[in-house]
């Protein structure tokens, strides 16, 4: 059931993402913007959950219990009003020729059997821990994880913002797997899923022109698993976090947000898709969810400012060349 | 100063392999920026200018002062969009080749490029292979499955866990029903300073009377009584190594319930 997740996680992301496209009234995006954009809105409901369950001291499962409502409901309005465009979707001549795609799907397994295999980093790391709390007290953040017992200064606001070791002990919950398989397989999977998807959408922007485009976006996927394995020998660097601590909110921040709102920024000065600030500003958002302000929002911040200017600057200066 | 940039800057990228090829990428970027129809101008200055930002004495001070955080693993390098320069540098260097034997050839050059830029700084700290699904190295493991079994056997929602660090560090990752006496902040000092567990002087002194427990079996004995502990784990080398000899019982309430290759486990007998 564990490994079912991983497929669960990819339709409720995309058809929630549809859903949120339909709302906006945007038809342009290709599934995997698609699929970013579910998760990051999966991420944010949970969220939207949980911060008034810690003010009530509400139980863990009357959340869990909601949050499924809530994931049902939007799966059936999605079906039901937007079954036109996902058809659309996957018309044979949308999807991908599979062939040059062999080799990278090789280099992607290579990396996930790194994560069924191999020790990830735990070093101080309480997320295990913080799931198996959290299913044993079925109290959100009262109980340090550590110990088990109740805190005796508590957490911080900031500390309680972080809310993606609760969504590990929904999964967790759900699926009735150990905690350990679904945040060191299951999320470090997800991770490296979305940092992919985000890539894809950059290997689009740079070889939307070029001959053999479906080849050179496979010899970059191919080169992006390369660098992942081959990086991981250096700790301290973002390719170790992504193979050996994927399940960490920070490696979701450096490897999937930071590159797809760089993109997102590319598209509202580069290519004035206005709606991408709505996508922008759930990028923001869902920093705050994953992992501490300081390591998360901030650079996203950095990363947009300069980002956004650059983007302008570059434009203006085509514009300028053309004349 | 200078010697912090310099160190950020050699690691820039995650090691001094990718670091040079990343900055190799920066230079055939600015060289190809002006192809037309391609976005490798944008990607072009915006890394430049991300690098020119980590690089800075300024922005250094600034992280050093107000945000501390993002200064572990050297965080702010991984802002450096290293993949894509490096990744898109490559891809775009097979279009200079025309000929497709010269392209196979490229295309190993290039992998052997990456795998040998990845490895120079490797740091011998070796991957281990994962000895059961709950992530837990076996020795431990078999002890914390035989503490699970009592706990269950005994009808008892939670225990409360007294032990050499080893076992503390993965009890609570096998299950949330094992309770300890302090967490594995107290030794590994405030890693998530979002936590505000704050351990007294008693508490502290139980950890370093834990990690030489054969010379303090009487204090573990009462602190474990006093404290509500239902099981007390201790190490076998520990009781070789200092030529005492394994106790049946300690402060006369715990026994020795069960032993696995590397734990003995005790009990409470009241």
């Not at chain 1, 659309?88 to 949308?94: A, E, H, K, M």
Request: contains cysteine; proline residues 4%; charged residues 15%.
């Amino acid at each position: 059931m564990v490994y079912l997740l991983p497929v669960f996680m990819l339709v409720t992301a995309y058809l929630i993402g549809k859903l949120g496209q339909k709302l906006l009234g945007d038809y342009e995006k290709n599934p995997m913007e698609t699929c970013l954009n579910g998760t990051l809105i999966v991420i944010l409901i949970w969220e939207a959950l949980i911060l008034p369950a810690i003010k009530l001291l509400a139980p863990f499962d009357a959340v869990t219990r909601i949050f499924c409502a809530i994931h049902l409901m939007l799966l059936a309005v999605s079906l039901v009003f937007c079954a036109k465009s996902i058809s659309t979707d996957f018309l044979p001549q949308q999807l991908i020729t599979p062939s040059p795609f062999i080799t990278a799907c090789v280099v992607f397994a290579l990396q996930v059997v790194c994560f069924f295999f191999l020790m990830p980093d735990t070093t101080g790391d309480f997320t295990v821990e913080t799931v198996n709390t959290t299913l044993a007290s079925n109290l959100i953040y009262e109980n340090h994880p550590g110990m088990g017992t109740t805190f005796v200064y508590g957490i911080t606001f900031r500390g309680k913002l972080v809310t993606l070791p609760l969504l590990y002990a929904f999964w967790s919950q759900l699926c009735g797997g150990h905690a350990a398989e679904v945040v060191y397989r299951i999320a470090p999977l997800w991770c490296l899923g979305l940092s992919y998807m985000v890539y894809s959408l950059w290997a689009n922007l740079f070889f939307q022109k070029a001959e053999n485009k479906e080849v050179k976006k496979a010899a970059f996927f191919v080169g992006i698993g390369l660098l992942n394995i081959c990086g991981s020998f250096a700790p301290d660097c973002i390719f170790y976090y992504q193979m050996y601590c994927g399940f960490r909110g920070e490696t979701f921040i450096y490897s999937i947000l930071i590159p797809y709102a760089v993109y997102l920024c590319y598209q509202i000065y580069g290519n004035k898709k206005m709606r991408s600030c709505i996508y922008l500003i759930i990028t923001i958002l869902g920093s705050l969810c994953l992992t501490d302000v300081q390591k998360g929002c901030i650079p996203i911040l950095i990363a947009i400012v300069i980002a956004s200017f650059i983007a302008m600057i570059y434009k203006l200066g085509r514009r300028m060349r053309k004349r | 100063m200078m010697e912090t940039i310099q160190k950020a800057f050699e690691m820039a990228g995650g090691s001094e392999g990718l670091s040079a090829l990343f900055l190799t990428g920066l230079i055939a970027l600015w060289y190809s920026k002006f192809n037309k129809g391609t976005e490798s101008g944008y990607l072009f200055w915006y890394a430049l200018a991300i690098l020119l930002v980590v690089i800075n004495p300024l922005y250094y001070f600034v992280v050093n002062q107000y945000l501390p955080e993002l200064q572990a693993h050297n965080m702010m390098l991984w802002l450096l969009p290293t993949t894509p320069v490096i990744m898109y540098v490559c891809v775009s260097a097979t279009s200079l080749v025309k000929k497709r034997i010269d392209k196979v050839v490229f295309g190993f050059a290039m992998v052997i490029i990456l795998i040998l830029a990845g490895t120079t700084s490797y740091t011998g700290n070796g991957h281990a292979f994962i000895a059961n699904a709950s992530y837990i190295p076996q020795s431990e493991y078999e002890m914390i499955t035989i503490i699970e079994e009592y706990r269950k056997e005994n009808q008892m929602p939670n225990v409360m866990l007294w032990g050499d660090q080893e076992i503390m560090q993965y009890a609570r990752t096998y299950s949330g029903n094992i309770n300890l006496l302090y967490g594995k902040d107290l030794w590994l000092g405030s890693q998530d300073t979002q936590l505000h567990q704050i351990y007294d002087e008693e508490t502290i002194n139980a950890y370093r009377e834990m990690e030489h427990a054969p010379f303090f079996l009487p204090e573990i004995g009462s602190t474990a009584l006093e404290r509500g502990c239902d099981i007390l784990v201790l190490t076998q080398n520990d009781f070789a190594l200092s030529g005492i000899e394994i106790p049946k019982q300690i402060s006369d309430v715990f026994v020795l319930y069960s032993s696995s290759s590397k734990y003995l486990m005790y009990v409470r007998n009241d």
